[in-house]
């Protein structure tokens, strides 16, 4: 079997741009398949303020922009496909798309993870009619309007700050009695007069005509349930990883890939990092960190196979 490129990346979010440009940078033949846009989960940050050495807030987009620029500036050459298929045969994988299908020695899995639904009632009816898993994308058109946050974690509180931008009427609702995210970022909502916290609730039904009038919210504590007008809701109850193409890899009780600490599976040659593989702790700096390890032993990888390798 002839192969067409050393290192193939699934995913071009920060764990798979950052694999990208030092596998190129340490003269490896990369292609990166992305389906839709570079940078994944970061194109949804407003203001991206945690990420070493950027003192002064970047948007997620231009952050994206700036890594596909440098993975571009070694090398790395992208291909826009939905990956359909993965399989390996004799030491190479063979990756199919919907423009081709093209064989690796060895592959990166850094597809990351997608947005949970809730599943109540209204909630796929009302999708883009004011139910949004996207404040930065869809917020602007809820300005000065009463907007339903749902969720405790990160990415509620981030987004409700943001949506605290545009409308003094931000409700967050969370099932339990405190929030999950970082101390620093459930303060600043507590804090914040344009948002008001119902700790305890749950989102039970989104109503309305054509688009989102009211929901009916229920009390976790105790038998109660009230209707609540609402032009918007905003989703954000956690993400799934995204591993369909790989059902024989490793995974753990969420379903996130388990790697060693060389961002290895337990199927030779294939890499995770990033949102998909089981981590403690979800960041942009932490897939960008793990992007260069697996890419590092990729090249160890690919150089055994080759014979080359430096022992
Ligand atoms: P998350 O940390 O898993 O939080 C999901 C929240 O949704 C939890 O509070 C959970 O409640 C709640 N939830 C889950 N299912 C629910 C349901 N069916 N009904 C009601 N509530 C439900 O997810 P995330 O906030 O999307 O963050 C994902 C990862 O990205 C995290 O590792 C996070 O640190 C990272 N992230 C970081 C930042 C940042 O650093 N600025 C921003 C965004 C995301 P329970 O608490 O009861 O489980």
Do not use: W
């Not at 850094?110 to 209204?122: E, F, I, Q, Y």
């Not at 003094?168 to 909502?189: C, G, P, S, T, Y």
């Not at 009916?216 to 905003?234: A, H, K, M, P, W």
Request: hydrophobic fraction near 40%; charged fraction near 25%.
């Amino acid at each position: 079997m002839e192969v067409d490129r050393d290192f193939i990346i699934i995913g071009a979010g920060a764990a798979g741009l950052s694999a990208a440009q030092y596998a190129a940078r340490a003269n490896l033949n990369v292609l990166l398949i992305e389906e839709m846009a570079p940078g994944g989960q970061s194109l949804i940050i407003d203001k991206l303020e945690n990420y070493p050495g950027f003192p002064e807030p970047v948007t997620g987009a231009e952050f994206a922009q700036r890594l596909e620029r440098q993975a571009k500036n070694f090398g790395v050459e992208f291909l826009y496909a939905s990956v359909t298929g993965l399989s390996k045969k004799d030491d190479l994988f063979e990756v199919e798309t919907t423009r081709g299908t093209y064989k690796s020695y060895t592959v990166l899995l850094s597809t990351g993870a997608k947005h949970r639904k809730l599943g109540v009632p209204g909630e796929n009816e009302f999708h883009g009619r004011g139910v949004s898993y996207c404040a930065t994308c869809d917020g602007p058109f809820f300005k000065n309007k009463r907007v339903l946050v749902v969720g405790g974690g990160d990415a509620a509180c981030d987004e409700a700050s943001f949506l605290s931008n545009l409308t003094d009427r931000v409700i967050v609702i969370h099932r339990r009695d405190r929030f999950r995210a970082q101390k620093a970022l459930a303060e600043r909502i507590l804090k914040n007069p344009h948002i008001e916290v119902r700790f305890n609730t749950t989102l039970s039904e989104i109503m309305g005509e054509n688009k989102v009038e009211k929901v009916l919210l229920s009390r976790t504590d105790r038998e109660e349930q009230y209707e609540e007008e609402i032009d918007g809701v905003f989703i954000f109850i956690g993400s799934d990883p995204q591993t369909a193409l790989v059902p024989e890899a490793e995974k753990d009780e969420g379903g996130y890939i388990v790697t060693n600490q060389r961002m290895e599976t337990n199927i030779p040659g294939l890499f995770a990092a990033g949102d998909v593989r089981s981590t403690p702790f979800r960041q942009l700096v932490v897939a960008a960190g793990e992007g260069a390890v697996a890419s590092h032993c990729a090249v160890q990888y690919v150089d055994i196979l080759k014979g080359e390798a430096y022992i």
